[in-house]
């Protein structure tokens, strides 16, 4: 049970300082600008992300002169670290929004391609499973080849192309 809580507070705690980062990506902020785009998280909670992320080397906190007042920002050190997490960060969050969800996995030597799908309820599943699984075949494994070259020893790289249907 322990391990469980650690478990599902160092997943709050990672969504938290994501939300953060969000706000601060592009943009100076100061707490209160903070803590009111961020509501749902308590000023304590606030304050003891700013200070990891702080110590993390991921922001930092200034003072700005002409408007007397200290603000936070993404350190200019880690914005393509803070940009790379982000961006890992809406990819998790669009895998986990897809209902009724299909999966599809091939892999030619060390390249492997992976697709994700709701399944409309309105079709026969196995037949759309089917013509997902085809069209993977012919084309995602020469779309890899078309934008990724082989990444150096020990390292991974991955392409991830989210397509959302128009709002019903």
Request: charged share 30%; proline share 4%.
């Amino acid at each position: 049970m322990r391990k469980r809580n650690k478990h599902w507070k160092k997943q709050e705690a990672e969504i938290n300082e994501t939300k953060i980062l969000k706000q601060i990506e592009s943009k100076d902020m100061r707490f209160s600008e903070l803590q009111q785009n961020l509501s749902d998280m308590s000023p304590t909670t606030l304050t003891e992300h700013l200070k990891k992320l702080i110590n993390r080397g991921l922001i930092s906190r200034y003072w700005n002169e002409d408007k007397k007042a200290n603000y936070y920002r993404v350190d200019p050190k880690s914005k393509d670290q803070v940009t790379g997490s982000l961006g890992k960060y809406e990819a998790i969050k669009f895998l986990r929004d897809i209902h009724n969800p299909m999966y599809v996995y091939q892999e030619k030597g060390k390249m492997r391609v992976a697709a994700f799908s709701n399944v409309p309820a309105t079709v026969n599943r196995k037949e759309y499973e089917k013509k997902q699984k085809a069209i993977l075949s012919k084309q995602a494994l020469r779309l890899l080849n078309l934008f990724v070259k082989t990444p150096a020893a020990g390292n991974k790289m991955a392409l991830v192309i989210m397509l959302e249907g128009p709002e019903e």
